[in-house]
Structures are given as C-alpha cells and as structure tokens.
Nanobody, 130 residues
Framework: EVRLVESGGGLVQAGGSLRLSCAAS????????VGWFRQAPGKEREGVSC????????YYTDSVKGRFTVSTDNAKKTVYLQMNGLKPDDTATYYC???????????????????????WGQGTQVTVSS
C-alpha cells in the first residue's frame, strides 16, 4: 500500500523558512515522480515543485523559483521541500503526491492541479503571517 505522510508545516512570519517532509512507503521510490502541491482556501490546487527521483530532474512553478528547493533522501524514502523567503501568498495546505514515472511528463503534470498523480498525503498547513 502506497503511503505518504507529510510533516513540517506551521506558522511563520514573512521572510522565514520551513522545511516540509514527506515520508513515503509501499513503492519502489526511485521509480516514481514525487510532487508538492498546495491549495489555499477558495483556490484551485496548484503544483509547486516536482521531481523525477531517478533522473533527479525537477520542476518549480514560477512563483517559488529561487525560494523553494525540492530534494530527496532515497535511503529514508523521504521527500523534502525547503521553503525560504516565505510570503503570505504561500499560505496553503501543502500536499505530497507520488506517481509512477512511466510516461508522466514531469513539468506538464506539475504545472496544474496534479490530476495525473494517483497517490496523495493528508496535507500539512503552512501559514505565513505578514
């Protein structure tokens, strides 16, 4: 059974940093793409950053480039999202998602709401105060 468990969310002031973690189990880690998506109240879910674990290729949505970094610890089967320079607009529930890489087009699948991803965590709340 595929399982994704996020942690690391919280309340932070603008300009601060948080690191989200996503502990994965139940699948061959480096055969998958993993992604971070977020959803703010009243808004559609959007892709933030995704990674092809085997190739280590990454995608970032424009609004987080230069501020967020996605990484993995393959031995721990954990995906991280380091978020620096946080802004109030980053406030959202952040979700970890996973999908067999297969024919998945990393950037195309990450630039929308993540409908191509079948496996999801429960989400972790990030709140950035101004």
């Amino acid at each position: 059974e595929v399982r994704l468990v996020e942690s690391g969310g919280g309340l932070v002031q603008a300009g601060g940093s948080l690191r989200l973690s996503c502990a994965a189990s139940g699948f061959t880690f480096d055969h998958f793409a993993v992604g971070w998506f977020r959803q703010a109240p009243g808004k559609e879910r959007e892709g933030v950053s995704c990674m092809n674990i085997f190739e280590t290729s990454t995608y970032y949505t424009d609004s987080v480039k230069g501020r967020f970094t996605v990484s993995t610890d393959n031995a721990k089967k954990t995906v991280y999202l380091q978020m620096n320079g946080l802004k109030p607009d980053d406030t959202a529930t952040y979700y970890c998602a996973a999908e067999p890489m297969g024919f998945l087009h990393l950037s195309r699948a990450c630039s929308g709401p993540g409908n191509e991803y079948d496996y999801w965590g429960q989400g972790t709340q990030v709140t950035v105060s101004s």
